[in-house]
């Protein structure tokens, strides 16, 4: 993918006036599922990113590729086998980022045991084929086996069974690639700045801005997709100022910690915490991660903070399941994402997570809702709609198989560079290079091949887009990450021709932001 390509696109196309099928606005994973599906049905599509692709919520996932156990709970079993058959595709059709992960309820009660397990074996039995193991009850020795960094005392046995787990902005990186390989436009920092309306009064097309060099453009398009998750209602707004608002917005922490505080290769799943939420703790590329909250928030932001009391109560909830409680000092990062949450009353943890399709009397086609997990119906669920609606050629919707960007089977061996499946090859074929074999901190195992890579084939244009979605840095140690600034400004300035100012400046911005990421 180059950049200047897809501007050229962009501008070619606005200069003849020739309409796209469809405009995407929004880079999430839900505006990346409809470019690859409108994409590979042939439809000419371009997507408009304001900031980077998955600097919203998709980066910011629990990186769990599930349907959600608690909804079973709740009795939503048609969401349940839906999600779950997604998981099953999801990881069908990017084995190399998607794995099944061993997930342990630790039970502490009589009735713990009978009650998780016939739970779970109801969720073994909606997966059906796409089914990743059975669930089995686990005797106090199996569950500390599995768990050995659990606490023992109280401890009656467990519950063992199986969900998937991924990488979300590697996953958006490789969406997005996909995309591209099937003729899609892609253009990241090019917000939409309004929508333009034909003489019907329906939506016609979107003007968006280059951030990069501040080129305008008008882009008309048969129809426009809105796809910008907590941000759905500010778009719908550009066409009707009236618009009654569609969403809320609540907010999820994660803590990241050393490995040793979660030893073994499972994940410890706490199915009722003191708020009667789901708190996980899960090993994440040789790191844990603990989550998440939901704390409702008033305005969305593209980089929210954590709450002192979200930090407190998830290291006080995870304290009361180890032996060695993590405590503030312990935390190398902490990351923060926001819940595109389709409106209706009561608490936000109670809320719709089914997806929405909604049409505004403008012809504005909003996709909203639903989970990480389930991108690839909701997309084509809207991608249908947007034939529909707008008269594009009716194909049917290939993505249920369709092999992500990079598909690689038994990817394990490739070891630290196992997220980029089969473009693997091509890096460490740049690190032949022994300056782009180097280390970039002795904390993590990224090297400065997988800078260059970026920069080259990934659309990276910051230092940020290289440590926090290209690679995970940022999300894993925020002072690593901080460290390797640096080395990643040096080696974007060669790649993308910029100046030492930018290098400077991109090292005090990275800083800045990088802080925020950090417990102090
Ligand atoms: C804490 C938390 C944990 C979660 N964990 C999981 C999980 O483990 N598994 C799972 O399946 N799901 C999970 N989810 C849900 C999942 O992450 C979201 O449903 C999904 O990422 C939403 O994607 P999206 O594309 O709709 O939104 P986003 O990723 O936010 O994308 C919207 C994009 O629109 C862009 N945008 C906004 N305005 C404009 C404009 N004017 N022009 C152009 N672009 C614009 C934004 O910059 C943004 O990048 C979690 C969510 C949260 C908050």
Same mark, same amino acid.
């Given at each position: 993918?180059?950049?200047?390509?897809m501007?050229?696109?962009?501008?070619?196309?606005?200069?003849?006036?020739t309409p796209w099928d469809?405009?995407?606005?929004?880079?999430?994973?839900?505006?990346?599922g409809?470019?690859?599906?409108a994409?590979?049905? %042939?439809?000419?599509?371009?997507?408009?990113?304001?900031?980077?692709?998955?600097?919203g919520?998709?980066?910011r996932?629990?990186?769990?590729?599930?349907?959600g156990?608690?909804y079973?709970?709740?009795?939503?079993?048609?969401?349940v086998?839906?999600?779950?058959?997604?998981?099953?595709?999801?990881?069908?059709?990017?084995?190399?980022?998607?794995?099944?992960?061993?997930?342990?309820?630790?039970?502490?009660?009589w009735w713990?045991?009978?009650?998780?397990?016939?739970?779970?074996?109801?969720?073994?039995l909606?997966?059906?084929k796409?089914?990743?193991?059975?669930s089995?009850?686990?005797?106090?020795?199996?569950?500390?086996?599995?768990?050995?960094?659990?606490?023992?005392?109280?401890?009656?046995?467990g519950?063992?069974?199986?969900?998937?787990?991924?990488?979300?902005?590697?996953?958006?990186?490789?969406?997005?690639?996909?995309?591209?390989?099937h003729g899609?436009t892609?253009?990241?920092?090019?917000?939409a700045?309004?929508?333009?309306?034909?003489?019907? %009064?329906?939506?016609?097309?979107?003007?968006?801005?280059?951030a990069?060099? %501040?080129?305008?453009?008008?882009?008309?398009?048969?129809?426009v997709v809105?796809a910008?998750?907590?941000?759905?209602?500010?778009?719908?707004?550009?066409?009707?100022?009236?618009?009654?608002?569609l969403?809320?917005t609540?907010?999820?922490?994660h803590?990241?910690?050393?490995?040793? &505080?979660?030893?073994?290769?499972?994940?410890?799943?706490?199915?009722?915490t003191?708020?009667?939420?789901?708190?996980f703790?899960?090993?994440?590329? $040789?790191?844990?991660?603990?989550?998440?909250?939901?704390?409702p928030?008033?305005?969305?932001?593209?980089?929210?903070?954590?709450?002192?009391?979200?930090?407190?109560?998830v290291?006080?909830?995870?304290?009361?399941f180890?032996?060695?409680?993590?405590?503030?000092?312990?935390?190398?990062?902490? &990351?923060? %994402?926001?819940?595109?949450?389709v409106?209706?009353?009561?608490?936000?943890s109670?809320?719709?997570?089914d997806?929405?399709?909604?049409?505004?009397?403008?012809?504005?086609?909003?996709?909203?809702? $639903?989970?990480?997990?389930?991108?690839?119906h909701?997309?084509?669920?809207?991608?249908?709609?947007?034939?529909?609606?707008?008269?594009?050629?009716?194909?049917?919707?290939?993505?249920?198989t369709?092999?992500?960007?990079?598909?690689?089977?038994n990817s394990a061996a490739?070891?630290?560079?196992?997220?980029?499946?089969?473009?693997?090859?091509?890096?460490?074929?740049?690190?032949?290079?022994?300056?782009l074999?180097?280390?970039?901190?002795?904390?993590?195992?990224?090297?400065?091949?997988?800078?260059?890579?970026?920069?080259?084939?990934?659309?990276?244009?910051?230092v940020?887009?290289?440590?926090?979605?290209?690679t995970?840095?940022?999300?894993?140690?925020?002072n690593?990450?901080?460290?390797?600034?640096?080395?990643v400004?040096?080696?974007?300035?060669?790649?993308?021709?910029?100046?030492?100012?930018?290098v400077?400046a991109?090292?005090?911005?990275f800083?800045?932001?990088?802080?925020?990421?950090?417990?102090?």
């Amino acid at each position: 993918m180059r950049r200047e390509e897809m501007v050229r696109k962009v501008r070619e196309r606005a200069e003849k006036q020739t309409p796209w099928d469809i405009a995407v606005i929004g880079g999430g994973a839900t505006g990346m599922g409809v470019a690859v599906d409108a994409a590979a049905r %042939g439809l000419s599509v371009v997507l408009l990113e304001a900031h980077d692709f998955g600097k919203g919520t998709s980066s910011r996932s629990t990186k769990l590729v599930h349907s959600g156990v608690r909804y079973l709970e709740q009795g939503n079993i048609p969401l349940v086998m839906s999600a779950l058959k997604e998981r099953g595709l999801m990881r069908q059709n990017a084995p190399h980022l998607v794995h099944d992960l061993a997930f342990i309820v630790p039970n502490y009660s009589w009735w713990e045991a009978p009650f998780y397990g016939i739970g779970l074996k109801l969720y073994d039995l909606l997966a059906g084929k796409f089914g990743f193991g059975a669930s089995k009850l686990l005797t106090k020795e199996e569950t500390l086996e599995r768990l050995p960094a659990l606490d023992p005392v109280e401890l009656r046995g467990g519950v063992v069974y199986y969900d998937g787990q991924f990488d979300d902005s590697r996953l958006l990186v490789h969406l997005a690639m996909t995309a591209a390989d099937h003729g899609a436009t892609l253009l990241n920092y090019c917000p939409a700045t309004g929508l333009t309306m034909g003489e019907e %009064g329906y939506v016609n097309g979107v003007t968006a801005r280059d951030a990069e060099t %501040g080129e305008e453009f008008s882009i008309s398009a048969k129809m426009v997709v809105n796809a910008t998750g907590v941000f759905t209602d500010s778009i719908r707004q550009m066409a009707d100022p009236l618009a009654e608002q569609l969403m809320v917005t609540s907010q999820g922490i994660h803590l990241v910690f050393d490995r040793s &505080f979660l030893k073994g290769d499972s994940a410890l799943m706490i199915p009722k915490t003191s708020d009667g939420r789901v708190l996980f703790v899960i090993p994440w590329h $040789g790191h844990a991660v603990a989550g998440t909250t939901d704390t409702p928030v008033d305005a969305p932001s593209l980089e929210p903070r954590p709450l002192e009391e979200e930090i407190e109560f998830v290291l006080e909830t995870a304290s009361r399941f180890f032996v060695r409680p993590p405590t503030r000092k312990d935390v190398l990062a902490v &990351f923060v %994402g926001l819940r595109p949450l389709v409106k209706g009353d009561g608490k936000t943890s109670a809320l719709s997570r089914d997806h929405l399709i909604h049409i505004d009397t403008s012809g504005l086609l909003t996709i909203t809702g $639903g989970k990480w997990t389930t991108y690839r119906h909701m997309a084509e669920d809207a991608v249908n709609h947007a034939i529909t609606l707008g008269r594009l050629p009716d194909t049917e919707c290939p993505t249920k198989t369709l092999r992500i960007h990079g598909y690689l089977e038994n990817s394990a061996a490739l070891g630290d560079l196992e997220v980029y499946g089969s473009d693997a090859e091509a890096i460490k074929a740049l690190a032949q290079d022994p300056a782009l074999a180097v280390q970039l901190d002795p904390a993590l195992p990224y090297i400065a091949a997988e800078v260059v890579w970026a920069a080259r084939e990934e659309l990276a244009r910051t230092v940020e887009d290289v440590l926090a979605r290209r690679t995970r840095a940022l999300f894993l140690n925020a002072n690593a990450a901080i460290a390797m600034a640096e080395p990643v400004a040096k080696l974007l300035a060669v790649e993308l021709n910029r100046s030492e100012a930018w290098v400077a400046a991109q090292i005090g911005e990275f800083s800045v932001l990088a802080q925020q990421y950090r417990v102090v």
